[in-house]
């Protein structure tokens, strides 16, 4: 009973991505850190009619995460799609941040993503099929959000380096890059990023994009 993995799975992109992937009829594996953040998910998609998995893992602890995902894959199956939406987004100026405090940022934003693929990827390749996709931002950098600026730039290079290794074998790597703050009802609505990620996963491979740039319409 394959489906789909949606690690970070708060209010936001990541409930809205599942619950996007839950209309099709695809169970559903959610991940988040704290216990009442996955009890919303998880009401939230279950008003679809499909499974759900939830489970707890902090992405930045490597066992946590790969023993969540071990779990859903034992409840649904190698899944068809995993997401990876967790981040920590904070604002912080060229050195204002300690080292300690830029390197919990990029364990968040780009290392739990690393983790996740090479727990999955391997498999999805010998398969021949699935989609690992994350959630980027900050197309351009700002020097008021260092840790952020330097994290996405680093999923940009991942997901390069990431379809270089598996996309061969048919694993579709790509990232949503959403260029402002994410908010129901506006440009940047949740619900209109999370058509993305299904549009991305169900793409044939020979019109497969590694990065989608959501951005506010033009005036």
């Known amino acids: 009973m394959p489906g789909a993995v949606v690690i970070g799975a708060g209010p936001g992109i990541g409930r809205s991505v599942a619950r996007r992937f839950a209309r099709e009829g695809l169970p559903v594996a959610l991940v988040t850190r704290s216990a009442g953040t996955l009890a919303g998910a998880a009401d939230a998609v279950s008003a679809f009619g499909v499974p759900v998995v939830p489970l707890t893992a902090d992405s930045t602890d490597e066992t946590e995460l790969r023993a969540a995902l071990d779990a859903a894959f034992g409840a649904l199956g190698l899944p068809d799609a ?5 981040a920590l987004i904070r604002p912080d100026r ?11 940022a990029w ?15 391997p498999e999805m390749a010998r398969r021949g099929s ?12 700002k020097a008021e959000y260092v840790s952020l600026s330097l994290g996405k730039a680093g999923v940009r290079t991942l997901v390069e380096l990431l379809d270089q290794e598996y996309g061969p074998a048919g694993v579709h790597v790509a990232s949503v890059t959403v260029a402002g703050p994410v908010a129901a009802g506006t440009a940047f609505d949740p619900d209109d990023i999370a058509e993305h990620y299904w549009r991305l996963h169900t793409q044939s ?9 959501h951005g506010p319409e033009p005036a």
């Not at 995993?82 to 967790?86: D, E, R, S």
């Not at 491979?205 to 740039?213: A, T």
């Open 82 to 86: 995993v997401v990876y939406n967790a």
């Open 94 to 104: 060229p050195g204002e941040a300690s080292a300690r405090a830029q390197l919990d």
């Open 107 to 121: 364990a968040v934003n780009v290392v739990g993503a690393l983790i996740a693929a090479a727990h999955v990827a």
């Open 130 to 141: 699935g989609s690992f996709l994350i959630t980027g931002g900050m197309p351009e950098p």
């Open 205 to 213: 491979r020979d019109r497969w994009e590694r990065e989608v740039l």
